[in-house]
């Protein structure tokens, strides 16, 4: 099986109560050939230190918050993710969000068979 190589854009933005599982259990996934790109919108909270304990997370740190509206300030940062990812595959997750242990290999695995 080929192991393409996978980009997981996460936003987040004040969500340091959910922040710790969901990036380890990313982290500890069993398919290894994958990135991390994490955009934090300006968040007030802990979560900086939290996604700063974590080595394999590329952090895109947004300054200045541009709208007052949440689907865009997400938009916004999936964007700027999506424009410094390499991954052949591409899955989006926020940061309140959980993978299960092999769901990056049932990804890769279901893009090997369903070419199309």
């Known amino acids: 099986m080929k192991n393409n190589f996978i980009s997981i854009l996460i936003t987040n933005y004040n969500k340091e109560v959910f922040l710790k599982k969901s990036l380890k259990m990313i982290c500890n996934q069993n398919y290894k050939n994958y990135e991390i790109i994490l955009y ?56 309140d969000d959980f993978f299960e242990k092999n769901k990056i290999f049932l990804i890769n695995k279901y893009f090997n068979e369903n070419k199309n």
């Open 40 to 95: 934090d919108d300006c968040s007030t909270d802990r979560s900086l230190k939290i996604i700063q304990k974590f080595k394999k997370i590329k952090l895109i740190k947004n300054k200045k918050r541009k709208s007052i509206s949440r689907a865009l300030n997400q938009i916004n940062g999936i964007i700027k993710c999506f424009n410094k990812s390499k991954g052949k595959i591409i899955c989006l997750m926020d940061a």
